[in-house]
């Protein structure tokens, strides 16, 4: 894996037991984990000198990158241990990457970040475990990471939890993805580095606005009556990315990050409150098939678009079958990942395509044209106005995605503003939900 990747939370096709990459944006927050850290850049520089690995002392900016680097890794070890997360961390060691100038990259990944890897690997160390990977089929499959020995024993004796744990604020909250080579399993799409223009400064400007205002929001989480397990995250976790697709920014532009969006539904709705209220989820409904309808100039005839004759007991199964069809760039010849269950072993793909395409006529053009990154662009339009229009009216939001929480009391302005926004973006009456 040769492309820059900071801690983004993907784009829906993320699957949950995958390996996540390395967040380098972590660091220690509390004085215990402080001082796990300040051993370990002891430890570090002693086993230097033992080994002579280093003849000459560190430039005071090189020690700082250093120290830094030792912070992140140990920091993001601690995290994904204590939350939980299935799976390891993955990690780049292409000096090409690293070396090369970037948008993206934070400082503790530099050329010296592979260094530090194995430093802290060596069994005198015990701080990390890494996998090197071997390049598989031509693709350079990614390093993986996990807590070593005497990390996960300084956990313990240091009563580390995951509020010990923070992030600095991420350098670029605008990210350009590039199109995925579907001929290289490994290829996740990558970054793509760009120049500045009006619309990326205002993308920025806007985001810069919305995450300044969560961060100064009134938010608290009580775990009061949920099931354990439960999510483990920091609260303090509020920044935001929008993060464009294809290669282009008009294309994606969704909304990630932030502590909410990690909580499972049952956890939002009966854990969360705002601004000292309950919180209230608001879904926009069907709203890829009816921004479709809006971009093909048509109303939608039907009411729910995902009522299919002869498949009323598959619905499930009917919206991610007809999601995958306006992202799709050619026609599907099986069931998208995960969908085969939600249909008796009888039906066949190419029939239920053939279903879906009877029921909607007027965008059955619309279907198989890799539309649904346009769609989601204008869906994450809507959603930026959405918000900032509740931020002049004094209304906290939280996105996820096509829905928003807000306190209790704001439901009904939220709902109002939510309607006449998608109307103005879509072209055509919008559909709100509301999740209690």
Wanted: glycine share 8%; with cysteine.
């Amino acid at each position: 894996m040769d492309q820059i990747t900071p801690a983004l939370i993907e784009l829906g096709d993320e699957e949950d037991e995958r390996d996540r990459r390395f967040n380098a944006y972590r660091f220690a927050a509390s004085e215990n984990a402080k001082a796990i850290v300040k051993e370990a850049i002891e430890l570090l520089l002693s086993c230097e000198a033992h080994f002579g690995l280093r003849t000459n002392k560190r430039r005071a900016r090189d020690q700082e990158t250093f120290d830094l680097t030792v912070d992140a890794i140990l920091s993001d070890l601690m995290h994904h241990h204590l939350a939980g997360t299935s799976g390891d961390i993955y990690v780049t060691r292409s000096n090409r990457v690293l070396g090369a100038k970037s948008r993206y990259r934070p400082r503790a990944y530099s050329k010296m970040f592979p260094y530090i890897l194995d430093l802290m690997a060596k069994p005198e160390m015990a701080y990390v475990e890494q996998l090197i990977a071997a390049p598989v089929e031509g693709a350079a499959r990614a390093t993986v990471i996990r807590p070593g020995s005497r990390l996960l024993d300084r956990l313990v004796e240091h009563e580390i939890g995951i509020d010990d744990l923070d992030e600095h604020p991420h350098g670029e909250t605008i990210v350009l993805k590039r199109i995925k080579d579907r001929q290289n399993h490994w290829d996740e799409g990558g970054l793509e580095e760009y120049g500045d223009t009006l619309d990326t400064e205002r993308y920025r400007a806007e985001l810069g606005v919305i995450n300044q205002w969560i961060a100064d929001a009134d938010l608290r989480f009580d775990p009061e009556g949920l099931p354990w397990p439960r999510t483990q995250f920091s609260i303090r976790d509020r920044r935001l990315r929008r993060i464009f697709t294809q290669c282009r920014f008009d294309s994606g532009g969704r909304l990630f990050g932030g502590f909410w969006q990690s909580l499972r539904k049952d956890e939002r709705r009966q854990g969360l409150s705002i601004s000292g209220e309950r919180a209230v989820e608001l879904d926009y409904g069907q709203v890829g098939p009816r921004i479709l309808y809006g971009m093909a100039g048509h109303k939608p005839p039907f009411e729910d678009l995902y009522d299919i004759w002869g498949y009323g007991l598959n619905r499930p199964g009917i919206k991610k079958v007809m999601s995958a069809m306006i992202f799709a760039s050619d026609t599907l010849n099986r069931f998208p990942k995960g969908t085969r269950r939600l249909f008796s072993r009888s039906y066949k793909v190419g029939d239920v395509v053939e279903a879906i395409e009877a029921k909607h006529p007027l965008i059955r053009n619309c279907f198989h044209r890799g539309l649904g990154h346009d769609a989601q662009f204008i869906e994450s339009q809507i959603m930026i106005d959405v918000l900032l229009t509740l931020k002049d009216q004094g209304i906290v939001a939280l996105p996820i995605h096509d829905a928003v929480m807000v306190p209790a009391y704001a439901v009904s302005t939220a709902k109002e503003i939510m309607l006449d926004t998608f109307h103005r973006y879509a072209h055509l009456e919008g559909t709100v939900t509301v999740e209690a």
